[in-house]
């Protein structure tokens, strides 16, 4: 207790931040009382019984099948550019969405389709970029996914690609660019699917982004880290909540002998509730690496939904967020006068490798001052080192699922080895993955050629209806393990190997798509095939750099069925052309 009082003290002396947001993050609003609060849906479209959505409701429609088809589009235009700024106080260059870190909001309500238009800016120097719509099933579109080498090609500098598909599933996501590690230097943002719920609240206060972030440049510490010798654990700096935090320059510069200009007292995040009022959160986990532990001080939990599945309410001081994953959460502002404030605190558990591992932000009730530091104490909940997330017992999707019986099982081991220049990377599955950007997996299965180079790490479920996949963890370290285009079912999750039968709760497990599988543990889950080529990896975005990454071929005689839109060859011709003209450095699996 007396380490983060000081902690805090000696970060936020102050709530009045010494530098404007456009310094510290762009044009993005995100973390400042400016920030609009959400609607509960989104104007357009019918609205039959006064919802877009109709009838539907969350407890009662399956959602992988029957989302409404609201003939609704809405359009974004993403131009990616480098920019400088100082989100703690720490001034470095990024990589923006719209000049805004984070980057701007996507808004949709469930069914409506999305379109964004992505313009490739980035120079001095260039560099390709693809952007992954996180949870998004893309049923019938598996090349909208993002993911280069895998589903497209980059999209080369100078060059756009539009992006379109289906919000089937609501709730609240993400979308990061899923090109080498670039998004851990800020091409990220939240995405927002209106949709049904049972329930009750008052006020959507919209994204709560939680991310550990580096001072360094993301090829920097790539290439660092996979420099012969090079160690895989790779420290943040500090801890960011809505993409602000203070950091302390002088014991940086001190240890560094950095002269790269820094401020103390940047300025935090900053959120207003209103007395007595219920708000809904909805906390993304937008990092590179760190599992972060999210409360407020004073105020209960109650989590009704993780990731894209809503689920039985259920009450908590601390939620437990690996790379990717989210919950929506409400929080009832009972907890004092008109005139109170609290701390909002995430923080980086043991397993993460953190400098500056606890974030704050303020959250104000009405008649507050926003000027001043709350003055709240953190509840007595200690990190208990699992590195795992919540009890799986208590997260029970409300649109009940029992596992079907399934037709295949994989089992996958995760292993760090040396490779014979002494670079330390990952296996998965017994190989170490390296994209062929020029060269997409999918189509390469939609041309009806199912035969890959090994270092493409391709696992072919041919015409499995529902496969069940154990990994093996044998690392020291936990990882938040992403299915791409599924929402999988979660059986099993502990310490050492699974027993080969234990479910829990066989008539309706987690479903999400991300979860967390413990170091030298085991995690199992299971997926109901969508046609695709999806990547099945850790949200790591250093591990995944350094090889911990698969693809899963997903009934391959639907995907050669397909009609890929010409702008996906198109792509892939303006990548080759820019190759062949210019040289790209591939320093990691791509991915
Ligand atoms: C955050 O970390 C501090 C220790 O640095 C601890 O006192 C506090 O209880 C933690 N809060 C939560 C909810 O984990
Ligand atoms: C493209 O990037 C450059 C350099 O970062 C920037 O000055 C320019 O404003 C960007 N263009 C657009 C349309 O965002
Ligand atoms: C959660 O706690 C609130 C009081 O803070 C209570 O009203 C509610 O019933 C609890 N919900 C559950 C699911 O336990
Ligand atoms: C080891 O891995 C690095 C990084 O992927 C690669 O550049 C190098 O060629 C590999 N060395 C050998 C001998 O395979
Ligand atoms: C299938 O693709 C691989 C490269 O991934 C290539 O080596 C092989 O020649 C292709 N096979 C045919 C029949 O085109
Ligand atoms: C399921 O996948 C396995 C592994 O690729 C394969 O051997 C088997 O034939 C597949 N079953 C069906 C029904 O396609
Ligand atoms: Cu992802």
Redesign the pocket.
Known sequence: MGVLLSAVTELVSSVVGTLTQSRTNGSSLLGTLLFPLLSFYLAGGALPDGYPWGKLTDWGTNPYTDYPRTGVIRTYDFTVSRGVIAPDGYQRPVLLVNGAFPGPLIEANWGDKIIVNVHNNITGPEEGTAIHWHGFLQQGTPWEDGAPGVSQCPIAPAKSFTYEFVASLYGTTWYHAHYSAQYSGGLAGPIVIHGPTQANYDVDIGPVMLSDWYHRAYLDIVKTM?APNGSPKVFSDNNLINGKMNFDCATAAAAAGDKTPCTNNAGIAKFKFQTGKTHRLRLINSGAEGVQRFSIDGHTLTVIANDFTPVKPYNTTVVTLGVGQRSDVLVTANAGTAKAAFWMRSNLTSCSAARQPNAVAAVYYDQADTNKAPTSSPWNAPDPGTCTNDDLATTQPLFPMAVPAATYSQTMAVELFK???A?T?WKFNGVSM?ADYNQPVLLQANQGNLTFPPEWNVLNFYANASVRVVVNNNSPSSHPMHLHGHNFYVLHEGPGAWDGSSIVRPSNPQRRDVQLVRPNGHLVLQFDANAGVWGFHCHVAWHASGGFFSSFVVKPKEVQQMRIPLTVQQTCRDWSAWTSRNVVEQI?SGT
């Open positions: 996979l490779n014979a220049s670079v990377l390296r990691d």
